[in-house]
């Protein structure tokens, strides 16, 4: 704070001034030279602190790295409007909240009483982030937001979030993260799409992806794009799929548009939009469907889904909870409640509660209005939640026409990964040991994929896929790591044994050299091995 007052023109020109008395000149003189001496001593002093690693930025103070992003804030205070332009110019984006940790991180290091968060409803009547990301952390004030304006500012040291009038002056926050994952896109479907980058503002087009085409993008963790139809009638997209990049590695985007599948028929279970919804992917006979047009209500999530003749989420197992993470980049309401009796949760669908993935402290019937509903955020975790709260709508349709079990056995000698393997990323179901079997209920034309166990994915030394082809049930067997046999081990050994030196194979004869009188080279044992 000393060194932003220090460097503030009004009050150094108190000190700076020429037009003084004679005398104040004389008297400020000394005043000036402690003030300058005390700015660069502070300004070294943050310098060493702060700065070791960072890039400095005019106009801008480093504050820290926080998981992967960089921190800054304004010397200045901004009006809304002033603040989006000072952190495009250099290449960041105001302050987003992605969890309680970095809330606090913030809040405790800003140098106001207060900053802006890129958080607004400028342009619709729901809070978004500036930057095009999405959160599950909310964290108003009591009595906030109260409709003084359409931008945000976060509390110092405790963190609460006001918003306030658009033409306030308040710090900046402006993030600039450290990594610059390369996202490759890749069309391996039938039809041509159009590819956007995803932000809060609007789709900016990107270009037109051809069967077969790729694309490159430099982006940003959380960072989304999303692909639709080439027709271009936002009403009634027929394709219109979302990506969410997670993390600072590369990532590839396959995406399959108008791809042949006769699964269920397309009156029961469409792929593509229909009514209002857009499908995300089939896991164990049941499709799921994500209600165009933003969050909504859970009454009016319940009442969508019984209009297209499917339920809210149900799910029973890590695998579906997995799967609904890596389909979705929002928060979801779940078909779980207890509003019929608090504090006993059941399923719409009247499905026995089997598994549950609850955030730590929840269900917790927290706030004024009860929490009889259920949230299910985008890192996996469960939260209850009163029925005005705003959630994405995903719909679950079981498609009981066709239902294969897959059965995946490994025929090999050693142990490897099985995932489910869909665009948004692979699904870990179970390690298979050798000679270990296990079996998922799968719909046609799903994706499996086994990897080795060590998981380092740059240099995997077994990668292999299976698609499921039909309705019939169907078996994959893998064989990993399998030695060649052409001869028992304990008949003819590769390697030395018996006081003797290997020396190869030909034509099924092997060969061995006595280690004690290698001079002798020619004097050899030799041992017929026969393929079995």
Same mark, same amino acid.
């Given at each position: 704070?000393?060194?932003?007052?220090?460097?503030?023109?009004?009050?150094?020109?108190?000190?700076?001034?020429?037009?003084?008395? /004679?005398?104040?000149?004389?008297?400020?003189? /000394?005043?000036?030279?402690?003030?300058?001496?005390? @700015?660069?001593?502070?300004?070294?002093?943050?310098?060493?602190?702060?700065?070791?690693?960072?890039?400095?930025?005019?106009?801008?103070?480093?504050?820290?790295?926080?998981?992967?992003?960089?921190?800054?804030? @304004?010397?200045?205070?901004?009006?809304?409007?002033?603040?989006?332009?000072?952190?495009?110019?250099?290449?960041?984006?105001?302050?987003?909240?992605?969890?309680?940790?970095?809330?606090?991180? !913030? @809040?405790?290091?800003?140098?106001?009483?207060?900053?802006?968060?890129?958080?607004?409803?400028?342009?619709?009547?729901?809070?978004?982030?500036?930057?095009?990301?999405?959160?599950?952390?909310?964290?108003?004030?009591?009595?906030?937001?109260?409709? *003084?304006?359409?931008?945000?500012?976060?509390?110092?040291?405790?963190?609460?979030?006001?918003?306030?009038?658009?033409?306030?002056?308040?710090?900046?926050?402006?993030?600039?993260?450290? $990594?610059? /994952?390369?996202?490759?896109?890749?069309?391996?479907?039938?039809?041509?799409?159009?590819?956007?980058?995803?932000?809060?503002?609007?789709?900016?087009?990107?270009?037109?992806?051809?069967?077969?085409?790729? +694309?490159?993008?430099?982006?940003?963790?959380?960072?989304?794009?999303?692909?639709? %139809?080439?027709?271009?009638?936002? &009403?009634?997209?027929?394709?219109?799929?979302?990506?969410?990049?997670?993390?600072?590695?590369? =990532?590839?985007?396959?995406?399959?548009?108008?791809?042949?599948? %006769?699964? $269920?028929?397309?009156?029961?279970?469409?792929?593509?939009?229909?009514?209002?919804?857009?499908?995300?992917?089939?896991?164990?006979?049941?499709?799921?469907?994500?209600?165009?047009?933003?969050?909504?209500?859970?009454? #009016?999530?319940?009442?969508?889904? =019984?209009?297209?003749?499917? +339920?809210?989420?149900?799910?029973?197992?890590?695998?579906?909870?997995?799967?609904?993470?890596?389909?979705?980049? &929002?928060?979801?309401?779940?078909?779980?409640?207890?509003?019929?009796?608090?504090?006993?949760?059941?399923?719409?669908? &009247?499905? *026995?509660?089997?598994?549950?993935?609850?955030?730590?402290?929840? /269900?917790?019937?927290? &706030?004024?209005?009860?929490?009889?509903?259920? =949230?299910?955020?985008?890192?996996?975790?469960?939260?209850?939640?009163?029925?005005?709260?705003?959630?994405?709508?995903?719909?679950?349709?079981?498609?009981?026409?066709?239902?294969?079990?897959?059965?995946?056995?490994?025929?090999?000698? $050693?142990?490897?990964?099985?995932?489910?393997?869909?665009?948004?990323?692979?699904?870990?179901?179970?390690?298979?040991?050798?000679?270990?079997?296990?079996?998922?209920?799968?719909?046609?034309?799903?994706?499996?994929?086994?990897?080795?166990?060590?998981?380092?994915?740059?240099?995997?030394?077994?990668?292999?896929?299976?698609?499921?082809?039909?309705?019939?049930?169907?078996?994959?067997? !893998?064989?990993?790591?399998?030695?060649?046999?052409?001869?028992?081990?304990?008949? $003819?050994?590769?390697?030395?044994?018996?006081?003797? #030196?290997?020396?190869?194979?030909?034509?099924?004869?092997?060969?061995?050299?006595?280690?004690?009188?290698?001079?002798?080279?020619?004097? =050899?044992?030799?041992?017929?091995?026969?393929?079995?």
């Amino acid at each position: 704070m000393l060194k932003r007052l220090l460097l503030n023109p009004t009050l150094s020109n108190v000190f700076t001034t020429k037009q003084h008395h /004679p005398f104040m000149q004389m008297l400020l003189s /000394p005043i000036r030279n402690v003030l300058k001496l005390m @700015s660069l001593l502070i300004v070294c002093l943050f310098t060493f602190q702060n700065t070791a690693n960072a890039q400095e930025i005019p106009g801008f103070i480093y504050m820290g790295e926080f998981q992967g992003t960089s921190y800054y804030c @304004s010397y200045y205070s901004y009006n809304w409007n002033q603040a989006q332009d000072l952190v495009a110019q250099h290449g960041g984006h105001m302050l987003t909240i992605n969890s309680w940790e970095e809330n606090s991180y !913030v @809040s405790s290091r800003i140098m106001a009483n207060a900053a802006w968060l890129g958080y607004s409803n400028h342009n619709s009547n729901n809070w978004n982030w500036m930057s095009g990301q999405s959160s599950n952390i909310n964290n108003w004030a009591y009595g906030e937001p109260n409709g *003084s304006g359409y931008g945000a500012v976060i509390i110092k040291n405790y963190g609460h979030w006001k918003d306030r009038y658009h033409g306030n002056a308040y710090e900046v926050v402006m993030e600039i993260p450290n $990594c610059a /994952p390369v996202l490759n896109i890749c069309n391996n479907g039938n039809c041509a799409v159009n590819l956007y980058d995803w932000v809060s503002t609007g789709d900016i087009f990107l270009r037109t992806l051809n069967p077969g085409q790729c +694309h490159q993008v430099t982006t940003e963790d959380g960072h989304m794009f999303r692909i639709v %139809d080439t027709d271009n009638v936002w &009403g009634s997209l027929t394709i219109d799929e979302h990506y969410s990049v997670s993390g600072c590695d590369n =990532q590839t985007w396959n995406v399959n548009p108008c791809l042949s599948d %006769d699964s $269920c028929p397309e009156a029961q279970c469409p792929i593509g939009n229909f009514n209002g919804a857009s499908y995300l992917g089939t896991l164990n006979g049941s499709r799921y469907y994500k209600k165009t047009g933003g969050d909504v209500q859970y009454q #009016d999530a319940y009442n969508f889904a =019984q209009s297209i003749g499917g +339920h809210l989420v149900t799910i029973n197992s890590a695998e579906e909870n997995n799967f609904l993470k890596n389909v979705t980049s &929002g928060s979801v309401w779940l078909g779980l409640t207890d509003a019929n009796s608090e504090g006993n949760f059941s399923w719409n669908t &009247g499905e *026995s509660v089997t598994y549950t993935n609850w955030n730590t402290g929840e /269900p917790n019937d927290w &706030g004024h209005y009860g929490e009889d509903y259920t =949230q299910f955020y985008s890192n996996g975790l469960w939260n209850d939640i009163h029925e005005n709260a705003y959630s994405w709508c995903v719909v679950e349709m079981p498609c009981d026409c066709c239902t294969p079990t897959l059965e995946v056995c490994n025929n090999g000698n $050693c142990a490897v990964n099985l995932y489910h393997w869909v665009p948004t990323g692979d699904i870990l179901l179970t390690t298979l040991e050798p000679g270990q079997c296990f079996e998922v209920a799968s719909g046609d034309h799903e994706m499996y994929r086994i990897v080795d166990t060590n998981n380092d994915w740059h240099s995997l030394t077994i990668d292999e896929q299976y698609t499921v082809s039909g309705c019939e049930d169907q078996t994959w067997n !893998v064989n990993p790591c399998q030695p060649d046999d052409s001869c028992p081990v304990t008949e $003819c050994p590769v390697g030395n044994f018996a006081g003797t #030196d290997y020396l190869g194979e030909f034509n099924g004869i092997h060969g061995w050299t006595p280690c004690h009188h290698r001079q002798r080279a020619r004097k =050899q044992l030799l041992k017929k091995c026969y393929r079995r």
